[in-house]
């Protein structure tokens, strides 16, 4: 399976402080992609990095890859509370079919 | 912006019966995908489609799932004889051409009681 884990299963940090969650993956891809979840709600996209890519910036998002590893992570910087929700890594290895990983709950107290 | 759209948002069904689980995706999308997410569990990719054939799917989805896009604007799923632990979260996608971002619906809560 190349579904991503990723860590820490759970974090709470305060507004303003920044908020970083790994995602590991077992085989070759094409792309890795995070996802944002609110309680009980759809999948919202958030970045796509390429493999041939090893950094990208969205907004407050940063996002690596590591592919000697199989390793990504997510960055968010300043965190609001607004920012309080599941993520998720999903593996794309090239038929376009996302594999999602466990997810990481961030809580960012107001 | 356009949106994938799902309904109903919330389906409570007896085991054995039949759903059929409908999404809207978004206009000039070509590919299509179904997942699912029982509760407290990572989304599982169950099958895409694109040209008006299934591309791949997953373990899970046995002959019980079907798909269908009966129109230019539908996208179906429909589960035969729906069992307990078919009780999930439905999530439909699309994808346009040239594009790795899937885009979500918000989802179907399917019950089986």
């Known amino acids: 399976s190349q579904q991503g884990e990723e860590d820490p299963q759970a974090l709470s940090i305060q507004e303003g402080e920044n908020a970083t969650m790994n995602c590991s993956y077992k085989?070759?891809?094409?792309?890795l992609q995070w996802y944002r979840q609110n309680s009980g709600r759809g999948l919202v996209h958030l970045i796509l990095?390429?493999?041939?890519?090893r950094e990208k910036h969205s907004g407050r998002l940063r996002v690596t890859l590591d592919t000697s590893k199989k390793s990504s992570s997510l960055l968010i910087t300043a965190s609001r509370a607004a920012d309080t929700a599941s993520y998720f890594c999903?593996?794309?290895?090239?038929?376009?079919?996302?594999?999602f990983g466990t997810g990481t709950r961030l809580t960012v107290i107001p | 912006e356009p949106e994938v759209t799902q309904t109903p948002s919330h389906q409570v069904t007896q085991m054995g019966q039949e759903v059929i689980l409908r999404c809207v995706p978004i206009?000039?999308?070509?590919?299509f995908y179904w997942y699912r997410q029982i509760l407290g569990q990572k989304v599982e990719f169950l099958v895409s489609?694109?040209?008006?054939?299934?591309?791949?799917k997953s373990e899970i989805f046995d002959d019980q799932f079907s798909v269908e896009r009966p129109d230019g604007s539908n996208f179906t799923l429909k589960i035969r004889s729906t069992k307990l632990e078919d009780s999930a979260m439905y999530f439909c996608a699309s994808r346009a051409q040239g594009v790795g971002e899937q885009y979500f619906g918000p989802g179907t809560r399917l019950t089986v009681t």
């Open positions: 990095i390429r493999s041939n890519e």
């Open positions: 206009s000039n999308h070509l590919y």
């Open positions: 999903a593996t794309d290895a090239g038929a376009n079919n996302l594999f």
């Open positions: 489609f694109y040209n008006n054939e299934i591309s791949e």
């Open positions: 085989t070759s891809i094409n792309n």
